[in-house]
């Protein structure tokens, strides 16, 4: 499924529906691009975001209708911790989770009166093949940002190696937030998302 055509994206969902109803929809599709931000140009940043965010849009857009039809159902966007406390290294991606935790949580509100529940899903880092598969890096490179960019994307392999958490554990965070009879909004997994959470909510909340 390419995420990234609107209309194959309904087409998908057209054909899932003639099989059945829908009880649940997961929309975990995701790249990301390692570089500074000087070096990631606005074309790779968008061909980001069409991935990242507007694929979980078109998903959404086009199982709403059966959703509401319905009086149900359960959508689930696959955030990250990025969504939540940007990383050097990653603007794009932190910029696309950004925008994917906005959008939700303003659709979150709009469908709860249509029996539709909305889940946003912040994993820390988890063992896949998403860097090696799913992340590549920026085609330009400055010099001033060696420190960072300079190391490819070896500092993520680096720190996936010591820190990621096994795939499983997401699942089954995702199957008991779904099951949990308080419908909860956002499920946060693993120390490495929490920690810094904590950090950014005791900081905003000094600020208030």
Known sequence: LDVTNPENVKAAVDEILERGPLDVVVANAGQSIFGAFEETSIEEAKALLDVNLFGAWALAQAVLPHFRGRGKGQLVHVSSGC??????????????KFALEGFSEALALEVAQFGVDLLIVEPGAVSSRFISKGTTETTKRLPEYSFLSGQGK?????????????????ADAIMAAIEDPAHPRRVLVGDDVRN???????HLLALA
Do not use: F, H, W
């Open 196 to 202: 810094p959470v904590r950090t950014k909510a005791e």
């Open 154 to 170: 070896a500092a993520l392999d680096g720190y996936y190696a010591s820190c990621a958490m096994e795939p499983g554990k997401v």
């Open 83 to 96: 969504g939540l406390n940007g990383t050097p290294g990653l603007s794009a991606y932190s910029a696309s």
